[in-house]
């Protein structure tokens, strides 16, 4: 091996940590500011119309409603669905149409996490997995705003918390009126 080579070899380990280092340098400035969210995730079908399914009381073309409504997956075993559920039951309460899909879930497990967290869902449909496929689910619980004609506009992975109904959903439901 050539004095160069060697020093190629011995300088890389630190050259690795010197990038991840700014990597990580930006990603905390980043959070600082309030630009990084980790939880963001891109999706292909903003401003598309929403996949074709047919499911046991809800098909896609239902969810063209003429005005804007939130489509939301959920499951009786997941514990930040628990926590959404008061979120959801306040949209409804406020007008907001709510389209139900329970993912990988027993009807009778559905039925009771409705039961003891209310239930805020128009229609409340079940997917063995086919649906969320299409979706490209992420996790549950996953919400996405649809507008009036059936175009899916925004879509949050993760739990809706107040604070982005009143920074994010509702100025877009407003919007799309």
């Known amino acids: 091996m050539t004095p160069v080579s060697r020093r190629l070899v011995l300088a890389a380990p630190l050259g690795i940590v010197a990038v991840g280092g700014v990597g990580l340098f930006a990603m905390l400035d980043r959070m600082k500011h309030g630009k990084f969210d980790p939880r963001a995730v891109p999706s292909a079908l903003v401003g598309k119309p929403v996949p074709a399914f047919n499911l046991p009381g809800l098909r896609s073309a239902e969810l063209a409603t003429g005005r804007p409504s939130l489509l939301n997956f959920f499951a009786s075993w997941c514990v930040p669905c628990i926590a959404e559920a008061a ?9 907001v149409e709510i389209f139900g899909i329970a ?3 027993k009807p009778a ?7 003891r967290n209310g239930n ?3 229609v409340v449909a079940p997917d063995a997995g ?3 496929i299409d979706f490209g ?6 919400t996405y705003a649809i507008d009036g004609a059936g ?9 809706l918390t107040a604070d982005i109904v009143q920074g994010e959903l509702s100025p877009l439901l407003k919007q799309l009126a």
Do not use: C, M, N
Request: proline residues 5%; positive net charge; aromatic residues 12%.
């Open 87 to 95: 979120v959801l039951l306040q949209l409804q309460r406020s007008g």
């Open 109 to 115: 497990a559905t039925q009771g996490f409705l039961a």
């Open 151 to 159: 175009i899916i506009r925004a879509r949050w992975a993760g739990e």
């Open 120 to 122: 805020p869902y128009r």
């Open 130 to 132: 086919s649906v969320a």
């Open 137 to 142: 689910l992420y996790g549950v619980p996953e």
């Open 103 to 105: 993912y990988k879930d």
